[in-house]
């Protein structure tokens, strides 16, 4: 099988190996002459990063750098990017990397023609229509990790750090108008972040298939995102090098945010205060959390866990997917409980009660208020499955 093809799903991907060279010609394709390229501090320093800069600069583009962003990206940072997306003059954002600087980039290009903050534009009934739609500014997504998918997704998450909440900022057009997703890019990720991104892409497709909505094209992209991480997740993390792997999860990722506009549930619910919170990498809470919202939801999704083992070909319908996973998460790394993730019991209620709160906990298959929360979180804290 040929791994590089072009694709027009959900926006206009260009996939394979070798394909971040593309990069200069693919601003050109958008109108893009003036892109200011966001990135995270750490990736900044990566050669990688300067082969972009370089490349655009090679076309006589006007490039730019912003890294001053945060792991849970906040509104300060989409402010410090925005008044160096307006002062320079830009037309444009090259959003490199994993979700923070996809998302942070991705708003940038949101927020700097409009009048009102930030927060007036939150994922709330019709609010993104307060937006001057004609000054949005194209985008174009460069994933370099495998787990949050923002690269074909009309939204992002920031951190509002007054409440310590994490808000989803919405708009139809903060699709990027077009993505590079170069496998040989997410080859240098350390195993540890490569389980974390991996099992947050596991987690949007398995909520997406548990959401209890009508969303079938939806329900079937989260079945064979999910096949894919159960086929090569462990293979990325043991080999960074195994190109193969890295191409799979890539598309895995992909998926699972496609997958999850049918819905997510009280793994994101629980995951978002806590990140907000204690400032966690996003994946891999989802990835400690994971079974313990499993066993919660089991009354409602039992029989959709039978059908989902049966695709992926694990023995023992529900318990037997829950082993799998209980197995996967060991062999990876992945920490068994919130204590060992470093989390503290201090802040239970104030996590609860913003869970019961957050958007996805609406779609959770299961009625999820701040009892539930409290119930999960003291499970995840001890490991009581």
């Given at each position: 099988?040929?791994?590089?093809?072009?694709?027009?799903?959900?926006?206009?991907?260009?996939?394979?190996?070798?394909?971040?060279?593309?990069?200069?010609?693919?601003?050109?394709?958008?109108?893009?002459?003036?892109?200011?390229?966001?990135?995270?501090?750490?990736?900044?320093?990566?050669?990688?990063?300067?082969?972009?800069?370089?490349?655009?600069?090679?076309?006589?583009?006007?490039?730019?750098?912003?890294?001053?962003?945060?792991?849970?990206?906040?509104?300060?940072?989409?402010?410090?990017?925005?008044?160096?997306?307006?002062?320079?003059?830009?037309?444009?954002?090259?959003?490199?990397?994993?979700?923070?600087?996809?998302?942070?980039?991705?708003?940038?290009?949101?927020?700097?023609?409009?009048?009102?903050?930030?927060?007036?534009?939150?994922?709330?009934?019709?609010?993104?229509?307060?937006?001057?739609?004609?000054?949005?500014?194209?985008?174009?997504?460069?994933?370099?990790?495998?787990?949050?998918?923002?690269?074909?997704?009309?939204?992002?998450?920031?951190?509002?750090?007054?409440?310590?909440?994490?808000?989803?900022?919405?708009?139809?057009?903060?699709?990027?108008?077009?993505?590079?997703?170069?496998?040989?890019?997410?080859?240098?990720?350390?195993?540890?972040?490569?389980?974390?991104?991996?099992?947050?892409?596991?987690?949007?497709?398995?909520?997406?298939?548990?959401?209890?909505?009508?969303?079938?094209?939806?329900?079937?992209?989260?079945?064979?995102?999910?096949?894919?991480?159960?086929?090569?997740?462990?293979?990325?993390?043991?080999?960074?090098?195994?190109?193969?792997?890295?191409?799979?999860?890539?598309?895995?990722?992909?998926?699972?945010?496609?997958?999850f506009q049918k819905g997510l549930g009280a793994i994101h619910s629980l995951s978002h205060p806590i990140g907000a919170i204690y400032d966690t990498h996003h994946g891999m809470t989802n990835a400690v959390i994971m079974p313990y919202v499993l066993a919660f939801n089991r009354k409602a999704i039992e029989e959709k866990i039978e059908r989902l083992s049966a695709f992926l070909g694990i023995d023992g319908k529900f318990d037997g997917l829950m082993r799998w996973l209980i197995d996967l998460r060991s062999e990876i790394n992945v920490p068994h409980t919130l204590q060992e993730f470093g989390v503290d019991d201090a802040q239970i209620q104030k996590i609860s009660e913003m869970a019961a709160l957050d958007p996805t906990a609406v779609t959770n298959p299961v009625k999820f208020d701040a009892i539930?929360?409290?119930?999960?979180?003291?499970?995840?804290?001890?490991?009581?499955?």
């Open positions: 099988m040929q791994m590089r093809a072009d694709w027009s799903y959900p926006t206009s991907i260009r996939f394979g190996a070798g394909r971040i060279n593309e990069l200069a010609d693919v601003c050109a394709s958008v109108g893009m002459r003036w892109p200011l390229l966001v990135t995270d501090p750490v990736l900044a320093k990566f050669p990688m990063v300067e082969d972009a800069l370089a490349q655009c600069r090679a076309a006589d583009l006007g490039v730019a750098l912003f890294s001053d962003l945060k792991p849970n990206p906040t509104g300060a940072n989409v402010d410090a990017g925005t008044k160096i997306f307006r002062d320079g003059g830009h037309d444009g954002v090259i959003a490199f990397g994993g979700g923070s600087a996809i998302d942070c980039g991705k708003t940038i290009a949101f927020l700097h023609g409009q009048s009102r903050v930030l927060w007036e534009y939150e994922d709330v009934d019709d609010w993104w229509s307060r937006a001057d739609s004609d000054v949005i500014a194209p985008v174009i997504a460069v994933p370099t990790t495998s787990g949050t998918g923002s690269e074909v997704g009309r939204a992002s998450v920031i951190v509002m750090e007054e409440t310590l909440e994490k808000k989803i900022i919405f708009h139809p057009q903060m699709m990027p108008a077009c993505v590079i997703a170069d496998p040989e890019l997410t080859v240098g990720m350390p195993p540890i972040l490569t389980a974390g991104v991996g099992l947050d892409a596991f987690a949007h497709c398995l909520e997406a298939y548990c959401a209890p909505t009508f969303h079938p094209q939806s329900e079937g992209i989260a079945l064979e995102g999910m096949r894919l991480v159960k086929e090569t997740l462990s293979d990325a993390v043991k080999d960074g090098a195994d190109i193969t792997a890295r191409a799979k999860m890539l598309v895995a990722a992909s998926m699972g945010a496609v997958a539930a929360a409290r119930g999960i979180f003291e499970a995840a804290y001890v490991g009581r499955l």
